[in-house]
């Protein structure tokens, strides 16, 4: 494993990071797979990880208590705790204790290496802000129940300005990262910026959901000509870059921990795919639909709409076509009329809460176009 500097402080990060938001599950999301989930955290604190991120919305809240369960017996230790406050969610001031306990109740701690506001965008950032939540980190950070404060973010560059410019204690900056997405929201400027002002920069979405590694046929094909696997190459790439200090990659089975742990330990300087990536980046480009990774951030509609499923048809259909359109289209049919898309009132309640600032009334009505023709 290598390891690489964190922002200021005097730690150094595992490269690979753990992210704790698609841990294997028995069907259902809240539902985890609990001996399969802790045999792959411990592998990977066994192999060198020591950086772990959670939430308090993941798997409803099982995410922490699986952490706990999969650090009894000695590996507390070993790894720097991180979990997030759901900003969206806060309705009033008592609400920023009332999180943050329940998260180390759930975590079995008293002291959160790094909390981290969650999902940071313009509103959500002006709701938390106006409620007090700086003064309140502070109080935590000087009662030591907080170790370190951060963000995961979710918006535009200059948004990003505003958050760093408000707090001189920002440690972590938390943005979603790949090469697929360097312009999206603060995109390459944000990382750079952030990691000049001396914040720590974690990566999330580093293979945007699991569709880097799977690529559709078109992209495949350039991946298979050059011998290379995409979601080694897609990690490399991220380390390539000195600003990037730890990647978390939210791994689902133990195969894919392992992989990330070996590609993490070939360490910087690896990375010469330019060529390979740039082709792959215009492939991406011709075949975009809907720029959706499935993170579940837009349910539960008011309305019952299966949102991200939907998007999923979509989006499959665009870009494997052929058999795999058809397919969706039946799958579609069969959907219960108020999950589908058309179910859809166009209250855009679900657009402000949506990482990707996706047009989500307008897509849907795409989808139903796309799988009815009507
Ligand atoms: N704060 C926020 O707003 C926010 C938002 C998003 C994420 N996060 C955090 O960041 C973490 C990382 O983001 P992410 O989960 O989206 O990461 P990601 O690495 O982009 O996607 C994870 C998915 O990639 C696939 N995968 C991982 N390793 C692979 C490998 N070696 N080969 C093939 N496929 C592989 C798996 O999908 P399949 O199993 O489907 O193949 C896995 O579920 C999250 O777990 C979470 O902790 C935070």
Excluded at 41 to 57: E, F, K, P, T
Excluded at 60 to 71: C, F, P, V
Excluded at 287 to 315: D, H, K, M, Q
Aim: charged share 20%; proline share 5%; glycine share 8%.
């Amino acid at each position: 494993m290598e390891y690489r500097t964190f922002g200021k402080l005097d730690f150094r990060v595992s490269a690979l990071g753990f992210g704790a938001m698609r841990l294997p599950t028995l069907g259902k999301y809240n539902e985890i797979d609990e001996p399969k989930a802790i045999e792959m955290v411990r592998h990977a604190i066994d192999h060198g990880v020591n950086y772990l991120d959670s939430a308090h919305g993941y798997h409803g809240g099982n995410s922490e208590r699986l952490i706990a369960k999969a650090l009894e017996g000695g590996r507390r230790n070993k790894v720097r705790l991180a979990t997030k406050m759901p900003t969206w969610a806060v309705k009033s001031p008592a609400d920023f204790d009332r999180f943050f306990e329940e998260s180390c109740e759930r975590l079995q701690t008293h002291r959160i290496d790094f909390y981290l506001l969650h999902n940071l965008q313009a509103g959500f950032w002006a709701n938390v802000r106006d409620h007090g939540v700086l003064a309140w980190l502070d109080k935590k950070l000087a009662e030591g129940r907080i170790g370190h404060t951060g963000f995961s973010f979710h918006d535009s560059f200059d948004v990003l300005e505003d958050v760093l410019a408000a707090y001189p204690h920002w440690t972590v900056c938390q943005v979603q990262y790949n090469f697929a997405c360097e312009d999206v929201q603060a995109g390459t400027a944000g990382v750079v910026f952030a990691a000049s002002q001396g914040l720590a920069v974690v990566v999330m979405e580093p293979l945007f959901g699991g569709t880097l590694a799977n690529p559709p046929p078109a992209v495949r094909s350039l991946w298979d000509a050059a011998g290379k696997d995409p979601a080694d190459v897609a990690l490399r790439w991220l380390w390539d870059m000195p600003q990037v200090a730890t990647v978390l990659s939210g791994m689902s089975t133990l195969d894919q921990v392992k992989r990330n742990i070996a590609s993490a330990g070939k360490g910087t300087g690896t990375f010469s795919e330019h060529e390979l990536i740039a082709a792959v980046r215009e492939k991406y480009k011709e075949l975009a639909a809907v720029p959706c990774t499935a993170c579940g951030y837009c349910v539960p509609c008011p309305n019952g709409v299966a949102i991200p499923e939907s998007f999923t048809l979509l989006n499959q259909a665009r870009i494997h076509g052929g058999g795999v359109g058809q397919l969706n289209r039946n799958l579609y049919a069969q959907m219960p009329k108020e999950k589908r898309a058309d179910a859809c009132v166009a209250c855009h309640k679900c657009e402000d809460r949506c990482p990707q600032h996706i047009a989500i009334a307008d897509w849907l009505a795409r989808v139903h176009l796309a799988m009815t023709g009507k």
